[in-house]
């Protein structure tokens, strides 16, 4: 590898609002040899000037000799054959990595349909036709799973219409049979420069509690409540991992070490009006893999550790509080109104003063409500070998997202 001709070029689309800026660290380090010979990446956003959080190192990667970025509307089929035509005299790109989709989980279902579905569908035809040596596709865990774990060969149930879409997204890839396709299906990711997601939402929430020294409560009962975690490293790593592994198999021998059929969940009539969608009674195969740290996280233990981070109690309503809360669960505001306020408070107050963060102690409905999310990793381990570079969800992890939100001015310092 040390012949920068031998070095796969990569191409990354999507994820600037969620993992792709951590692939891109992994590939392109601030310190050290790059592993790949080139990077382009391609989102909807602008970077100079950012129309998303970038975070404070991603800018200096984008300055590197091996990186390119693209601005461009996916949704058009033109425009990605395009951003996949290779720098002139160069080959055609050896992995492409997919983090592609809609994690709003408000937007309707054709949203859904057109800005998750068929970008990805048509990316993933793009590089079949092209030939690429591998097709990484990043699963958010917009599932409802069995407490006890869902198995890459079991059936959870997806969680409303954006599960629905991302879940369908799996199949129209699957149905690509000359794609050299992995699908890494991730717990609630966490980590530095991660601002969204549950986790980032309730470290926020959690420093307010232990600013306003209270409890932090939650109106779901203890129980098992899985909410597995991963992070964003640990994408990045299992991303590139997987990509190297299909790369030398190919798609057919990949199914037979990985393949699962994807089962449908889907609206039967919508799915008759677009022929771009596999039909609902067939499930297609592929190489799927969950990645979960190994803390087994739950509702229970994510919240002891962000609020004993911040010197606080992580607790649950009583029944009567608990019923009147579930209830009333429309009215967000009024569930928000506590801890949005004593953010800003935060904010004001810190030193110095932050008149503008990507951070927010907001809960939206989504994050307000009870998820079961629980993937053995077993499988990734044993089939690929990847091994976790951050396997417990603790305090040192708490205290290097603080630290380096703290260093670039995203997160209040009160003295």
């Known amino acids: 590898m040390a012949d920068s001709q031998k070095k796969p070029s990569v191409l990354i689309f999507g994820g600037l609002n969620t993992c792709s800026r951590a692939l891109a660290a992994l590939l392109v380090p601030l310190d050290g040899e790059p592993l790949v010979s080139l990077l382009r990446i391609v989102d909807k956003y602008s970077v100079h000037p950012a129309t998303t959080y970038l975070g404070s190192e991603f800018p200096k990667i984008l300055e590197k000799p091996e990186v390119e970025y693209k601005q461009a509307n996916l949704t058009v089929g033109t425009t990605i054959a395009s951003v996949f035509d290779p720098p002139e005299g160069q080959g055609e790109f050896d992995y492409v990595y997919d983090f592609t989709g809609e994690i709003r989980t408000d937007r309707t279902e054709v949203i859904q349909y057109s800005t998750t579905y068929c970008i990805a569908r048509m990316l993933g035809l793009e590089a079949a036709k092209r030939k690429v040596k591998a097709f990484v596709r990043i699963q958010q865990p917009f599932y409802e799973t069995s407490s006890k774990g869902s198995l890459e ?34 717990g609630f990711v966490y980590g530095p420069y991660t601002s969204h997601g549950i986790i980032a939402t309730g470290i926020n929430v959690a420093s307010v ?22 992070h964003v490293d640990d994408v990045a790593g299992a991303a590139w991992a997987s990509s190297q592994w ?36 067939t499930k297609p195969v592929a190489p799927l893999f969950n990645l979960v740290d190994d803390s087994n996280s739950t509702l229970l233990s994510v919240g002891e550790v962000v609020t004993s981070f911040f010197g606080t109690n992580f607790e649950f309503f009583n029944m009567v509080e608990s019923a009147f809360l579930k209830w009333i669960d429309h009215d967000i505001e009024e569930i928000n109104e506590q801890h949005v306020s004593g953010w800003t408070e935060m904010l004001m107050k810190a030193n110095p003063p932050i008149s503008k963060t990507p951070l927010t102690a907001y809960m939206d409905k989504y994050t307000l409500e009870k998820h079961v ?29 603080v630290d380096k939100w703290k260093e670039e001015g995203s997160w209040p310092v009160i003295n």
Do not use: C
Not at 156 to 182: M, Q, S, Y
Not at 378 to 401: R, S, T
């Open 153 to 186: 060969t079991d059936d959870p149930k997806p969680a409303g219409a954006v599960g629905i879409w991302w879940h369908e997204t799996l199949r129209g890839l699957a149905a690509i049979e000359d794609l050299n396709l992995v699908i890494l299906r991730v």
């Open 246 to 281: 299909i790369s030398g198999l190919g798609r057919k021998a990949a199914n037979e070490a990985a393949g699962v059929p994807i089962p449908f969940h889907n609206d039967k009539t919508f799915v008759k009006e677009h022929p771009d969608i596999p039909a609902h009674n």
């Open 209 to 230: 509690y232990g600013y306003m020294k209270k409890p932090m409560k939650s109106m779901w009962s203890p129980g098992k409540n899985p909410n597995n975690t991963i």
């Open 373 to 401: 999310v629980a993937f053995p990793n077993n499988k990734i381990k044993q089939v690929i070998g990847y091994q976790l570079k951050h396997p417990e969800f603790n305090h040192a992890a708490v205290k290097d997202i």
